[in-house]
């Protein structure tokens, strides 16, 4: 059962990205106030939900949030500053979007750069053991799965409606032998890791 709060009387934003080790498309983060009384026995780290459990849970999480924002980093971005300061860019952004300013960020993973006035803190796992960062984790992954398959349109060799950008191997295949997109992120390597 994953935890509602780390402090006892603090608003607390949960954070999380979605997209980090992807060849193409942005890098997706959120950050969401839940109520302190929020429940829901299905809701953990997106990665170990269905597509069918995160697009169930997403309207969820958004109708019943406190507050809830998404942003993102586009590749070009990424390219320019790395994909670690990217992410947590997209995740300073959700957070100034939100409508209900938080007195606490709970950030997944252990890397992050203090956002200006409001106190973080760094959970590894975070998705597993907090509500509101598997919230944030669910809206960012969910979002970000939509934005794939809207480009995916555009691009539909790639097969964005089923890898999400991911280096699969057959979007690698379709990389070598068709080239990149605007959507692909030059920086990373064909196995998806950064290239520094």
């Given at each position: 059962?994953?935890?509602?709060?780390?402090?006892?009387?603090?608003?607390?934003?949960?954070?999380?990205?979605?997209?980090?080790?992807?060849?193409?498309?942005?890098?997706?983060?959120?950050?969401?106030?839940?109520?302190?009384?929020?429940?829901?026995?299905?809701?953990?780290?997106?990665?170990?939900?269905?597509?069918?459990?995160?697009?169930?849970?997403?309207?969820?999480?958004?109708?019943?949030?406190?507050?809830?924002?998404?942003?993102?980093?586009?590749?070009?971005?990424?390219?320019?500053?790395?994909?670690?300061?990217?992410?947590?860019?997209?995740?300073?952004?959700?957070?100034?979007?939100?409508?209900?300013?938080?007195?606490?960020?709970?950030?997944?993973?252990?890397?992050?750069?203090?956002?200006?006035?409001?106190?973080?803190?760094?959970?590894?796992?975070?998705?597993?053991?907090?509500l509101s960062i598997a919230a944030a984790s669910v809206l960012a992954k969910t979002h970000r799965d939509a934005y794939m398959q809207g480009i995916h349109l555009d691009y539909p060799i790639y097969g964005w409606n089923q890898n999400k950008g991911y280096p699969s191997k057959k979007h690698r295949d379709i990389i070598r032998e068709h080239g990149i997109t605007p959507y692909?992120?030059?920086?990373?390597?064909?196995?998806?890791?950064?290239?520094?």
């Open positions: 059962m994953l935890l509602g709060n780390y402090t006892k009387n603090l608003i607390e934003a949960g954070c999380d990205e979605a997209g980090r080790g992807c060849l193409a498309g942005p890098v997706f983060a959120a950050a969401v106030v839940l109520p302190r009384d929020f429940m829901n026995e299905v809701l953990t780290d997106s990665k170990q939900l269905t597509e069918k459990q995160r697009d169930m849970l997403r309207p969820i999480i958004e109708n019943q949030a406190i507050a809830w924002a998404v942003a993102s980093v586009n590749a070009e971005t990424i390219d320019t500053i790395n994909i670690l300061n990217a992410s947590i860019l997209a995740m300073h952004l959700a957070v100034q979007k939100l409508t209900t300013m938080p007195q606490m960020l709970l950030i997944d993973g252990n890397r992050f750069k203090p956002y200006p006035g409001i106190p973080h803190l760094c959970i590894v796992k975070g998705d597993e053991k907090y692909h992120r030059i920086s990373f390597r064909m196995t998806g890791k950064k290239t520094d």
